[in-house]
């Protein structure tokens, strides 16, 4: 009886412990917890300073109307096959006083389409209007780039991702459309 009672007093000791124990890693848990969450909010809003930041160095670069293009794909519109561009020196520089166009396009209505580069500085381009959208930027403009066709760029720019589309149209071809990023000069 003697080594029963001293069985039931250890267990009763042990679970007592025990339960001590559990209470004290769930206090330490809390705290835990309480700091991973400060922790995580003091990063949500370092990274929402962060985007707010790049948002407005975006929005000030196209105001400003210096800003460079730099494609990553092409496609022909409609339903055209997407390339993938990697040559750095496909790019259109929007300055103040002028636009620096260096961009592939493909010429034709039905195959075989003909690429072409346009490798034109514009001293002065045609309508040029920059409007402001739920997204970030429309900016459109026209120019013949020295030839008899009239072509009409049309920038979608996205404030919080950096990134633009660009479609290039006339009235004789194709549109051919671009994925890109925007950057500054």
Known sequence: MKRTLIITASIAILTILGFAIVEAQGDTSKERQ????QKHEARQKQRAERMAQ???YVD?????????FVPETMQQLPGGMMRNLQNPNYEIIVWDSAVDVC???LKGYTPPYYFVVFNYVLSSVQGYS???TAEGWHVEFQSPMFSSTTYTFTFEIYSRYGGATLTISSPFYNSVQYTG???GI
């Open 181 to 183: 990023n925007i950057f």
């Open 103 to 105: 961009m592939p396009f």
């Open 34 to 37: 309480q700091e991973r969450q």
């Open 54 to 56: 790049y948002e407005h």
């Open 60 to 68: 000030s670069l196209v105001t400003s109307h210096n800003y460079r």
């Open 130 to 132: 920059v409007e402001k």
